[in-house]
């Protein structure tokens, strides 16, 4: 089955500066890529994702780009606030089976 | 993005004892599944609820251990039996909207303490 690794484990940057969480995964047959954050006692909540036909794709401060030769994927916040700190998931799925598979998560803590 | 609910939202339970978490979801959700999240670490599939039949169970988990049924397209239920302190973990109902999006949206979670 799919494997999905996901580093750091833990990030501190100061406020302002950028963030990069990167993923590997297993399976070339994977085509769909979410990122989830979770925040202390929260549910996870999809920030952004990616399909297999897109090398890149930007919501304002948060960009997901995607090597599929390489296998890997990476979230990119700019311009940290401390409200972006929480757990990062990176996550894989194979189209039409819906089955997802999550990284290990990455604490993010933007010092102000 | 889909509405998922699910009760309780928290609990204490005995060691021992059995305890179902229900989950409701809005008519968007195609696929529902059942994840655990234990303290601390990433989110482990459970199992694919399947209407009106026998819930696909990931490796580890199985079904006398976590019952799941799912009655109608919009509602199921998760039982974790027979509880232990390793089953103390953070129990989330999550919806799927189906196509090739796989977009995976979840409920708030069911935190299970077992004493």
């Known amino acids: 089955g799919e494997n999905v690794e996901q580093h750091p484990s833990t990030l501190s940057v100061q406020e302002g500066d950028s963030a990069v969480i990167k993923c590997t995964y297993s399976d070339s047959a994977s085509n769909y890529f979410p990122w989830y954050k979770q925040e202390l006692g929260k549910r996870p909540q999809l920030i952004i994702d990616?399909?297999?036909?897109?090398g890149e794709k930007k919501d304002q401060r948060i960009a997901v780009t995607l090597n599929k030769t390489a296998k890997h994927f990476s979230l990119h916040i700019t311009e940290t606030q401390p409200e972006d700190s929480a757990v990062y998931f990176c996550a894989a799925s194979i189209g039409g089976y819906q089955k997802v598979t999550f990284g290990t998560g990455t604490k993010l803590q933007v010092i102000p | 993005s889909a509405v998922i609910s699910q009760k309780p939202s928290r609990d204490i339970c005995q060691r021992g004892t059995s305890l179902t978490i229900q989950c409701q979801v809005d008519s968007q959700v195609t696929m529902m599944f059942w994840y655990r999240q234990q303290p601390g670490q990433s989110l482990t599939l459970i199992a694919t609820?399947?209407?009106?039949?026998?819930?696909?169970?990931e490796s580890g988990f199985v079904i006398d251990k976590f019952p799941i049924s799912r009655p109608n397209l919009t509602f199921s239920t998760l039982t974790v039996s027979n509880m232990s302190p390793e089953d103390s973990s953070i129990y989330l109902c999550?919806?799927?909207?189906?196509?090739?999006?796989?977009?995976?949206?979840f409920g708030e979670g069911s935190w299970l303490t077992v004493v």
């Open positions: 609820a399947n209407q009106g039949s026998e819930a696909t169970y």
């Open positions: 999550s919806g799927s909207t189906g196509g090739s999006g796989n977009t995976i949206y």
């Open positions: 990616i399909r297999s036909n897109v």
